[in-house]
């Protein structure tokens, strides 16, 4: 049986630049999506799929993020005093819900190299990796979804969507060879090509499942697009290695670290909540566009 995956790491020491100036000050993972900010969404997502500690890889800025997932001893205490248990419960909640750890990236060198900053707490065990902005609106979470995947392929597994050809050039993109359903083998990587350079238009998404050999990657991958160390960059040296697969999730993924992704996101869970769902509704229908 392979290893059970337990820990997650999160990257968000990156600057946000697509969100500035909203970013400028505070982190893009904090950005409310309706009543809850981006990352709690993805820390939701990854304690249903059964992620017992989380490892939040952060810099400069990023205090929030901490904030957010600890106890908030005064704040409880007021609820109490003012009987508001509901929202006590929800506050409680959040900081009980599994283990955080923080390691920080002291520079925004890229993803490849913010992964490698969390080699210590990881250790030797697989381990999976969400980005904050990803968010993912699925009936099965996505990472638990992979995680049924890592069973009958226990290496590396690199969530994949299909995108169009004029959007590859922003992300890193597959070549696979189909082996499963929904699953490929990886036989090579693109970080950002033209779509005239592009070997398919399956584009890697915000969550991965890495065996530990992905750190002596990193180690030697040296900076590539933008003078960063590149993730996919250090997936290609794993590749020579051992295999690697990619999985076409299901669900639908909005890019919540892009404006244009985050107004779409808003509306589709703004239309779907309870409360003030149908209103809501009401409001846009009654929007003369
Ligand atoms: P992005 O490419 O989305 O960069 O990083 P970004 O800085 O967050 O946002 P833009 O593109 O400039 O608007 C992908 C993920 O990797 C993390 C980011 O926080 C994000 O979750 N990251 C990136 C790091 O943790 N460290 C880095 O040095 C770079």
Redesign the pocket.
């Known amino acids: 049986m392979p290893k059970m995956i337990t820990k997650a790491v999160f ?9 500035l100036p909203a970013t400028k000050a505070s982190p ?2 904090m950005l409310n999506l309706v009543d809850k900010p981006l990352i709690q969404y993805v820390v939701e997502e990854a304690v249903a799929s059964g992620i017992e500690e989380v490892v939040l ?1 952060t ?1 400069r800025g990023k205090r929030a993020i901490e904030d957010h997932f600890d106890v908030a001893f005064e704040l409880e205490e007021d609820l109490k005093a003012k009987g508001k248990h509901a929202l006590l419960t929800e506050v409680q909640r959040i900081a009980e819900m599994v283990t955080f750890c923080y390691v920080r ?1 002291k520079k ?4 490849g ?2 992964v490698l900053t969390a080699r210590r707490v990881v250790g030797d065990d697989p381990f999976a990796v969400l ?3 990803d968010i993912i609106d699925s009936e099965v979470p996505a990472l638990k979804q992979m995680m049924e995947v890592y069973q009958k392929y226990p290496f590396s597994i690199l969530a994949i969507q299909e995108v169009s050809r004029s959007e590859v050039s922003q992300y890193g993109v597959i070549d696979g060879r189909k082996v499963d359903d929904r699953v490929y083998e990886v036989r090579g990587v693109v970080e950002k090509p033209a779509p005239e350079d592009a070997p398919s238009n399956l584009a890697i998404i ?1 969550r991965y499942i890495l065996t530990p050999e992905i750190f002596t990657a990193l180690e030697n991958t040296k900076p590539g697009k933008g003078g ?1 160390i590149q993730l996919t960059d250090g997936i290609r040296l794993l590749m020579e290695k051992q295999p690697v697969y990619a999985y076409l999730f299901k669900g639908d993924r909005h890019d919540a ?1 892009d404006k244009l992704g985050f107004l779409k996101a808003t509306v589709q869970f703004g239309l779907r909540n309870e409360e003030f769902g149908a209103a809501f509704k009401e409001y846009l229908q009654s929007l003369k566009i």
Do not use: I, M, S
């Open positions: 990257p968000a020491a990156g600057f946000g630049t697509r969100f893009k993972e890889v810099g990236q925004a060198l890229g993803l190299h913010a980005l904050g902005d915000g960063e670290g």
